[in-house]
């Protein structure tokens, strides 16, 4: 069986943006303070602008 590397949804979540900001220039993220329980920190830190 292959090993399958387990991580919450919301650090999945956080990444999954961050991807989607290489893919598309004009995204933007939105969030009613909840950077760290969304980590929407993650997309914040390669998108600083």
Same mark, same amino acid.
Request: proline share 2%; glycine share 6%.
């Given at each position: 069986?292959?090993?399958? /590397? ?9 990444? %999954? ?5 290489? +893919?598309?220039? /004009? ?9 760290? %329980? ?5 997309? +914040? ?5």
């Amino acid at each position: 069986m292959a090993d399958v /590397k387990k991580i919450a949804t919301r650090e999945s979540y956080g990444n %999954a943006l961050a991807e989607l900001g290489d +893919k598309y220039d /004009k995204l933007v993220v939105l969030d009613a303070d909840l950077a760290a %329980a969304t980590k929407t920190g993650i997309f +914040k830190k390669k998108f600083p602008d």
